[in-house]
């Protein structure tokens, strides 16, 4: 422990239970922890908890007998992630903002206002792994079921240099078993799920707020009107609730699935059942990050396309500004503006934004 006393840790504080136990661990290594919330959206009762979670925070600072501040990172919330969630919907893609997120506030304005602390590191309650020279290689938690590496896919290596995970050697249940035998009042806290700023909040009035609806037509990709949706830019490729066009007398019977979308023409397509429309064979990913550099030539690696998805064999090779990355075997609803994620065995080597799917 003594070989840590002098060295100061800044521990980002949401409020559950992950995060609590991953400063009371630091603690016990020996370290100087600092507990820091930090508030990115303006709580208006119905969004984020945020005064109830750092009240939370508060408590479990007490408990563990360390300091506690709050610093608020609003306006660069908006500018670098809500805008650019806005500018994504617009355009009829489904982005992930805890992705940006991640790498544009947690490990970046956050990670700057920990080292104006005196911290040199910044540690969290992600399920991950850092690994090799340094600690720059992100790799797997070791409860896989609640492993996180698909969202922090955009950190840089010199960003991972200055991160710990304190939890990520640790199955979920422990960390939960560590937090009851403290006393800790996060201990069986819910776990946070969905996007923060849209809180308890139906996902369509939300966006309502910023992107009015401009209702339009639902067809099948042969011209056929089968119903009226409620804005083009609400529905997600794949999805099958909240249509309403069920029962039609003209169909199969099967269920309808979103197959595309043409915000230009404000037009839904659907089919019905498990058709070839809703399976892709590649899609081309841009702006991508590659932690430890980008393996020469083409290669072959495993892939996630949404977070909670098994490994896919896929191949990797450079086209039309970004990588085409072909599947093993086909897959399904893969989603413009959300993330492929890369990995080689338990390693994330990186990720991109999906801005084509091949069919």
Same mark, same amino acid.
């Given at each position: 422990?003594?070989?840590?006393?002098?060295?100061?840790?800044?521990?980002?504080?949401? /409020?559950?239970?992950?995060?609590? %136990?991953?400063?009371?661990?630091?603690?016990?290594?020996?370290?100087?922890?600092? $507990? %820091?919330?930090?508030?990115?959206?303006?709580?208006?009762?119905?969004?984020?908890?945020?005064?109830?979670?750092?009240?939370?925070?508060?408590?479990?600072?007490?408990?563990?007998?360390?300091?506690?501040? &709050?610093?608020?990172?609003?306006?660069?919330?908006?500018? +670098?992630?809500?805008?650019?969630?806005?500018?994504?919907?617009?355009?009829?893609?489904? !982005?992930?903002?805890?992705?940006?997120?991640?790498?544009?506030?947690?490990?970046?304005?956050?990670?700057?206002?920990?080292?104006?602390? $005196?911290?040199?590191?910044?540690?969290?309650?992600? #399920?991950?792994?850092?690994?090799?020279?340094?600690?720059?290689?992100?790799?797997?938690?070791?409860?896989?079921?609640?492993? =996180?590496?698909?969202?922090?896919?955009?950190?840089?290596?010199? =960003?991972?240099?200055?991160?710990?995970? !304190?939890?990520?050697?640790?199955?979920?249940?422990?960390? +939960?078993?560590?937090?009851?035998?403290?006393?800790?009042?996060?201990?069986?806290?819910?776990?946070? &799920?969905?996007?923060?700023?849209?809180?308890?909040?139906?996902?369509?009035?939300? *966006?309502?707020?910023?992107? !009015?609806?401009?209702?339009?037509?639902?067809?099948?990709?042969?011209?056929?009107?089968?119903?009226?949706?409620?804005?083009?830019?609400?529905?997600?490729?794949?999805?099958?609730?909240?249509?309403?066009?069920?029962?039609? +007398?003209?169909? &199969?019977?099967?269920?309808?699935? %979103?197959?595309?979308?043409?915000?230009?023409?404000?037009?839904?397509?659907?089919?019905?059942?498990?058709?070839?429309?809703?399976?892709?064979?590649? *899609?081309?990913?841009? /702006?991508?990050?590659?932690?430890?550099?980008?393996?020469?030539?083409?290669?072959?690696?495993?892939?996630?396309? +949404?977070?909670?998805?098994?490994?896919?064999?896929?191949?990797?090779?450079?086209?039309? $500004?970004?990588?085409?990355?072909?599947?093993? =075997?086909?897959?399904?609803? %893969?989603?413009?503006?959300?993330?492929?994620?890369? #990995?080689?065995?338990?390693?994330?080597?990186? /990720?991109?934004?999906?801005?084509?799917?091949?069919?």
């Amino acid at each position: 422990m003594r070989e840590n006393k002098k060295t100061r840790v800044v521990c980002g504080m949401s /409020g559950g239970v992950d995060s609590a %136990v991953a400063a009371y661990l630091l603690k016990e290594q020996g370290y100087d922890v600092l $507990g %820091v919330f930090m508030k990115n959206w303006q709580d208006d009762g119905e969004g984020c908890s945020a005064a109830a979670d750092f009240e939370d925070v508060k408590c479990v600072c007490a408990s563990l007998q360390i300091p506690y501040y &709050t610093v608020n990172f609003e306006k660069e919330y908006y500018d +670098r992630v809500f805008s650019y969630f806005l500018d994504e919907y617009k355009r009829g893609r489904t !982005p992930n903002p805890d992705v940006l997120c991640n790498a544009e506030i947690k490990f970046a304005a956050f990670l700057d206002h920990a080292k104006l602390l $005196g911290a040199e590191k910044l540690a969290t309650g992600h #399920y991950a792994r850092t690994g090799g020279d340094l600690g720059a290689k992100l790799c797997k938690a070791a409860d896989k079921s609640k492993d =996180q590496t698909y969202f922090l896919c955009m950190l840089s290596k010199a =960003q991972l240099e200055d991160a710990m995970f !304190p939890i990520g050697g640790m199955q979920k249940s422990d960390v +939960r078993g560590i937090a009851a035998s403290l006393g800790l009042s996060v201990a069986h806290k819910k776990d946070s &799920t969905g996007i923060c700023f849209i809180g308890e909040r139906k996902f369509r009035d939300f *966006l309502s707020g910023f992107l !009015p609806a401009q209702p339009g037509d639902i067809k099948t990709p042969d011209g056929r009107t089968v119903g009226r949706h409620q804005g083009v830019i609400y529905y997600t490729l794949g999805q099958r609730r909240g249509l309403n066009i069920g029962g039609r +007398r003209d169909g &199969t019977g099967e269920r309808w699935f %979103v197959v595309g979308k043409d915000v230009q023409s404000n037009i839904l397509y659907v089919e019905q059942g498990e058709t070839d429309a809703l399976y892709a064979r590649a *899609l081309l990913a841009t /702006g991508m990050n590659y932690i430890g550099g980008r393996p020469e030539g083409d290669f072959a690696c495993a892939a996630k396309f +949404r977070y909670r998805q098994g490994d896919q064999r896929v191949r990797v090779s450079r086209r039309d $500004g970004g990588e085409y990355i072909a599947f093993e =075997q086909r897959q399904r609803a %893969v989603t413009p503006g959300q993330y492929a994620v890369l #990995y080689q065995g338990d390693e994330c080597i990186g /990720g991109g934004v999906i801005d084509k799917v091949y069919y």
